[in-house]
């Protein structure tokens, strides 16, 4: 019988064989040398820097996806200053590096609704190649906008998004005029939080949002997640709370955030929980899409970054009853099971952790450390419990606090090559590292 080699064969051969050569003509003259220059930083894997000045470029969070499945363009964000909160005039422009044509920088529209850490929520839709979305505000409402990057046909919907469902149909939220209020930093400037003076609102908390009719829906409130009793913490009751953190996981049936509180009189919550009055507490939730099934998945007062490993674990940063820190995997289940992950040598310090397409891989970094403010990003190999260092990258004592700038690592979809921010040369850039050989 004769064979035929379909279009759509060919289409993918000539796609993939472009991407790779493209890829490829990237790091024929890496930036290793000029990235160790300043004594500080070192680069394990050839590395590139694909944004430069005039701007500082970011991305944010590490949660999202990042670049196009071809691998060709990378989304970002672009700013004139640094070094100071948002204000409600502050606009950032919203683009995307093409790799394969010198990293030239395309713009695609701007923000109003923006912080230093996730930006303005700019990611891929999940499952298309050319729909991108970001968070911007009109007048006295937040936003979303949702554009064809390829057409640049642009649609608006009336509410923000935060995370969203694996097919692309829908998000969940919640509200940024709060957690500004709470973190600046996280939240948006511009318009105040109507609760402002209620510790656990009935009408705010994680919204579903439908991302092609833009209706939203209530599904968890502040008010209904206090209800859920938390004996750990003796303040617990009278604080002021707040979600952050939201995140499906990999097949839709579930979503996890974070519950954060802290008591609204400075004293007494430096009386609770120490340091200078800023201080918070923090417990992980789950629920189904509906908002049914509420549950609390890690019962400790002290949570930080965290990473659907599959749909039903979660790998976090925790503190447990015994004050001991470290990354645990924790099953979305009755039985509640939970492993360490990675030794105190190896993983010892919390990091931003994602896990390569492969789940035998987690990505993570740590924060500005020593007197060099250096920022690891690192591979942790899951069954030989092997770290392998990626990047130490300089970070200047300016970049401290709200305006910090953390590497957030983010890999492409095929988990060939890791994305990250630092001011390690030039301001706020992006560098790509590639780690090929390293998963050979």
């Known amino acids: 019988m004769q064979k035929f080699i379909s279009i759509a064969t060919v289409l993918s051969v000539f796609l993939l064989l472009s991407c790779t050569s493209g890829i490829d003509r990237l790091f024929q003259n890496p930036d290793n040398e000029r990235i160790a220059a300043d004594g500080h930083s070192k680069a394990y894997v050839p590395v590139k820097r694909i944004t430069s000045p005039p701007g500082n470029h970011w991305f944010g969070y590490y949660d999202k996806i990042q670049c196009d499945p071809t691998n060709r363009y990378v989304l970002g964000m672009r700013t004139d200053f640094e070094h100071r909160s948002p204000t409600p005039d502050d606009v950032i422009e919203i683009g995307m590096v093409d790799l394969f044509d010198d990293c030239k920088w395309i713009r695609l529209g701007e923000s109003r609704a923006w912080g230093w850490q996730q930006g303005c929520q700019l990611q891929f839709i999940p499952g298309s190649a050319d729909e991108v979305l970001w968070n911007d505000r009109e007048g006295d409402q937040f936003v979303c906008r949702i554009m064809n990057i390829k057409s640049r046909v642009q649609r608006t919907i009336p509410w923000t998004v935060y995370a969203l469902s694996p097919d692309g149909k829908w998000a969940i939220t919640t509200d940024y005029r709060r957690i500004n209020d709470m973190r600046p930093g996280y939240g ?111 019962p400790y007062n002290i949570v930080s970054h965290f990473i659907w490993r599959d749909p039903s674990h979660v790998l976090s940063w925790v503190r447990t009853p015994e004050n001991d820190f470290g990354f645990f995997l924790f099953e979305d289940s009755p039985t509640g099971n939970i492993t360490r992950i990675g030794e105190k040598d190896v993983m010892s310090l919390d990091g931003h952790c994602t896990y390569l397409p492969d789940n035998e891989w987690i990505l993570n970094d740590a924060y500005p450390s020593g007197a060099n403010r250096f920022q690891s990003v690192y591979l942790y190999h899951v069954q030989t419990g092997k770290r392998i260092p990626l990047a130490d990258l300089y970070s200047p004592a300016a970049y401290t606090g709200e305006w910090r700038c953390d590497t957030h690592p983010r890999s492409t979809p095929n988990g060939q090559f890791v994305i990250v921010d630092s001011p390690n040369w030039d301001g706020r850039q992006m560098y790509m590292l590639d780690i090929r050989e390293i998963k050979r």
């Open 188 to 298: 948006y400037a511009g318009i105040p939080d109507p609760n402002v003076d209620v510790l656990a609102p009935d009408n705010a908390g994680i919204w579903k949002v439908d991302l092609q009719t833009g209706e939203a829906q209530l599904i968890v409130s502040l008010a209904q997640a206090v209800a859920v009793p938390f004996p750990l913490d003796e303040g617990f009751s009278e604080a002021k709370h707040w979600f952050n953190h939201l995140l499906v996981n990999p097949d839709g049936s579930r979503f996890v955030f974070l519950q954060r509180w802290k008591h609204p009189d400075r004293e007494k919550n430096k009386m609770l929980y120490g340091g200078s009055g800023d201080s918070w507490r923090t417990r992980m939730m789950v629920a189904s899409p509906d908002g049914s099934d509420l549950q609390i998945i890690i």
